[in-house]
């Protein structure tokens, strides 16, 4: 095959990226993106500051743009992303208590209810986990609005969009040995024995010195489709580009029956939210293949 989404077709599955509405007027990067991808997720647009600037005010003109972009150019796309402590508009950041819950729960009806039926995926609930070794949650206003936030989450999404599947997405979630990965893995274990509806995690998979790259990423992937949920990768980038390491993604992806994606987080390395020194992506700052394409092209 001659491009990333009619490889990983070939096995049923994805090949996308995160989309910039911004660079949609970019002759190179649309020609590029829309020639090699067929999975979008909105860079920024379709996340809670984007969306919900003033307290049930919904704004989705910036997501459209994204969404149309992909759906006229025959990809699908995922949503990202309905609760994070990041990005967050300023209003929400002042809630707290009861009156946080709900307006994150209106957030999720308003987000999806616009968007009903059209949407792949939703990462309904992002970076929750905490980095280190406690392997619990992390500290965020959401969080203080008592533990089960999550779930209420989830069961909102399920109930707003019946047709999307709902996901967890993090970073730092891929090494199967670290703590982070570990509380992940229970809750959503939790999750599936108690009848809360979700449907797949997100790896996203931001792979750099100080969380690189582990031959144990396959195992993590098994792990969670063991669970009963399907694996995603989400925001793929390396820094440093090294083609070995997104072949040895790709084929621990396309190892496991239900890993059913993967992403790419952006375009070109000038693209890349980490800067262009970082060289983390598939095509280099004036559009060109590198080794990295070739090797997953090879792979898928
Ligand atoms: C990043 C975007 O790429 C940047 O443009 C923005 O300034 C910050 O957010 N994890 C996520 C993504 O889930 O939403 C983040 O995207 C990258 C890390």
């Not at 994070?84 to 009806?109: F, T, Y």
């Not at 949650?137 to 599947?165: C, H, M, Y």
């Not at 509380?183 to 024995?193: E, L, S």
Request: charged content about 20%.
């Amino acid at each position: 095959e001659s491009t990333l989404g009619a490889a990983a077709a070939q096995s049923g599955r994805y090949f996308g990226t995160a989309i910039a509405s911004g660079k949609l007027g970019d002759s190179q990067y649309t020609s590029i993106a829309g020639r090699e991808f067929d999975m979008v997720t909105a860079e920024n647009e379709m996340k809670i500051d984007a969306t919900e600037p003033n307290r049930g005010q919904f704004n989705f003109s910036q997501g459209d743009r994204v969404y149309n972009w992909a759906v006229q150019n025959g990809k699908r796309v995922r949503g990202h992303t309905l609760a994070w402590h990041n990005q967050q508009p300023g209003w929400m950041q002042a809630l707290s208590g009861g009156s946080l819950r709900q307006a994150m729960i209106d957030h999720i009806n308003g987000v999806m209810n616009h968007y009903k039926g059209k949407i792949y995926a939703w990462d309904v609930v992002n970076e929750a986990y905490a980095d280190g070794n406690s392997g619990g949650r992390r500290d965020s206003n959401l969080q203080r609005t008592g533990n089960d936030w999550i779930e209420v989450a989830f069961r909102t999404a399920r109930a707003a969009d019946p047709a999307a599947k709902l996901c967890y997405n993090d970073y730092n979630i891929d090494n199967w040995s670290w703590a982070k990965t570990q509380g992940v893995y229970n809750m959503v274990r939790d999750f599936k024995a108690r009848g809360v509806p979700i449907d797949c995690v997100g790896l996203q998979s931001h792979f750099n010195s100080n969380s690189p790259y582990n031959s144990n990423y396959r195992t993590t992937i098994q792990s969670f489709a063991a669970l009963g949920v399907d694996v995603q990768i989400t925001e793929l980038d390396i820094q440093g580009g090294s083609a070995t390491t997104y072949a040895n993604v790709v084929n621990d992806c396309l190892a496991v029956p239900r890993c059913t994606g993967i992403s790419v987080w952006g375009v070109r390395d000038s693209d890349s939210w980490l800067g262009a020194n970082a060289s983390a992506l598939l095509f280099d700052g004036n559009g060109n293949k590198k080794a990295a394409y070739t090797a997953v092209l090879n792979a898928l």
